[in-house]
């Protein structure tokens, strides 16, 4: 399979509907974004979307997140999946590839990612690509 990445500009129809099918496969407590959600990440200063492409159409997608903090620039990629159609053809090391490439171009010095642990062979593909687990605590404070 031949993958091609690229970032997505504009909410057309087929972005969309690509994230009305991949978002439920990632989450099953996050319902998709519609036309003004995808608008709005589109638009955000710091945030690229990355979408992957085979003949079908978009198989996955990848959001990177690049900002400025007191120790320096640093990137974040959110929210890797994959259309089960599409796992395991390298999809998603193709998408987290560019990400990184995208962050280095940027002065990013650190690109950060969290998987569950049952995402084994997500988990798998992060260590194959050079991430390393950190020593850190992630905590969350729910606001809703």
Same mark, same amino acid.
């Given at each position: 399979?031949?993958?091609?990445?690229?970032?997505?500009?504009?909410?057309?129809?087929?972005?969309?509907?690509?994230?009305?099918?991949?978002?439920?496969?990632?989450?099953?407590?996050?319902?998709?974004?519609?036309?003004?959600?995808?608008?709005?990440?589109?638009?955000?200063?710091?945030?690229?979307? /990355?979408? *992957?492409?085979?003949?079908? @159409?978009? %198989? $996955?997608?990848? =959001?990177?997140?690049?900002?400025?903090? +007191?120790?320096?620039?640093?990137?974040?990629?959110?929210?890797?999946?994959?259309?089960?159609?599409?796992?395991?053809?390298?999809?998603?090391?193709?998408?987290? /590839?560019? *990400?990184?490439?995208?962050? @280095?171009? %940027? $002065?990013?010095? =650190?690109?950060?990612?969290?998987?569950? +642990?049952?995402?084994?062979?997500?988990?798998?593909?992060?260590?194959?690509?050079?991430?390393?687990?950190?020593?850190?605590?992630?905590?969350?404070?729910?606001?809703?």
């Amino acid at each position: 399979m031949t993958v091609a990445v690229e970032v997505a500009i504009d909410a057309t129809p087929e972005l969309v509907d690509a994230f009305a099918r991949l978002v439920p496969q990632l989450s099953r407590s996050s319902p998709p974004p519609g036309k003004e959600e995808l608008g709005e990440m589109l638009a955000a200063p710091g945030t690229t979307v /990355l979408v *992957a492409r085979d003949g079908s @159409g978009i %198989v $996955g997608t990848l =959001t990177l997140i690049v900002f400025r903090i +007191p120790t320096g620039m640093r990137a974040w990629i959110e929210d890797v999946v994959v259309d089960e159609s599409a796992r395991g053809a390298g999809v998603g090391e193709a998408l987290t /590839l560019r *990400a990184v490439e995208l962050a @280095g171009e %940027v $002065g990013a010095r =650190t690109v950060d990612l969290t998987s569950r +642990p049952s995402r084994e062979a997500a988990n798998r593909l992060y260590r194959r690509l050079g991430f390393t687990a950190r020593n850190t605590n992630i905590y969350r404070f729910d606001l809703k």
